[in-house]
């Protein structure tokens, strides 16, 4: 059963501490992203990585970082560089070149007390 | 600078009439454009989408008209049914190379009415 894995549901920090989200997909996807979404506003993209290895920043990167060392996974840290973490987070996958069709995760809700 | 505009947060309709939500742009590169569907606390699920060099598009009760000159796309659901409650965004991108990089509206939240 294909699809996208965001782990866990809900997450609890608190201010000051690095966390790792995690994001996992079986669809053999060769592309990868990370959106955040704030109460009454879009989603905006945090990074996005094309392939294995390769990753660029999207509109709001600052206070995050990402890595891609499998095609499978795209692991996003919130560090304590980000000025406002408190949002709900979401992964997704394309199949790759000039394919614009996103597959999303359900998604982490991430709250820093 | 709001790339992508959703002007109406919330549509009210009856079950059984149309509902057409509304999505403008301001970026001429866009050149591919989608509509996702979201309930609350789950990500987005892909409905429908459209190229630039197309102005209509349909998928069942749904179809996607673009207006290029205008820099305008709608989403049309007829019959509108209750199940199709959620909030509705679209999403443009300039395609190529940039392909991956979507740029979503604010989101309109549909309610259908039994």
């Known amino acids: 059963d294909g699809g996208i894995t965001q782990s866990p549901k809900y997450l609890f920090r608190k201010e000051g501490q690095n966390v790792t989200l995690s994001c996992e997909q079986n669809l053999n996807h060769d592309a990868m992203y990370w959106y955040r979404q704030d109460p009454g506003q879009g989603l905006r993209l945090i990074y996005y990585s094309q392939i294995v290895n390769d990753f660029q920043k999207g509109d709001i990167a600052e206070g995050y970082s990402v890595s891609r060392e499998k095609k499978e996974s795209f692991p996003l840290t919130v560090t304590s560089a980000q000025k406002n973490p408190t949002a709900f987070y979401l992964c997704?996958?394309?199949?790759?070149?000039?394919?614009?069709?996103?597959?999303f995760g359900p998604g982490t809700r991430l709250t820093v007390l | 600078d709001q790339q992508v505009k959703q002007n109406s947060p919330s549509l009210s309709v009856q079950e059984g009439r149309i509902s057409i939500l509304n999505c403008d742009y301001t970026n001429s590169m866009f050149d591919y454009f989608l509509w996702y569907k979201k309930y609350p606390a789950e990500g987005p699920t892909f409905l429908i989408s459209?190229?630039?060099?197309?102005d209509k598009n349909e998928d069942g009760r749904f179809t996607v008209f673009l207006n290029k000159s205008a820099k305008h796309l709608s989403l049309h659901i007829v019959p509108s049914q209750p199940g199709d409650s959620a909030v509705y965004f679209c999403a443009a991108t300039p395609g190529g190379t940039s392909y991956g990089k979507l740029t979503f509206g604010q989101g309109t939240i549909l309610t259908v009415h039994p």
């Open positions: 459209i190229s630039s060099i197309k």
């Open positions: 997704a996958s394309s199949a790759g070149q000039g394919s614009s069709e996103q597959f």
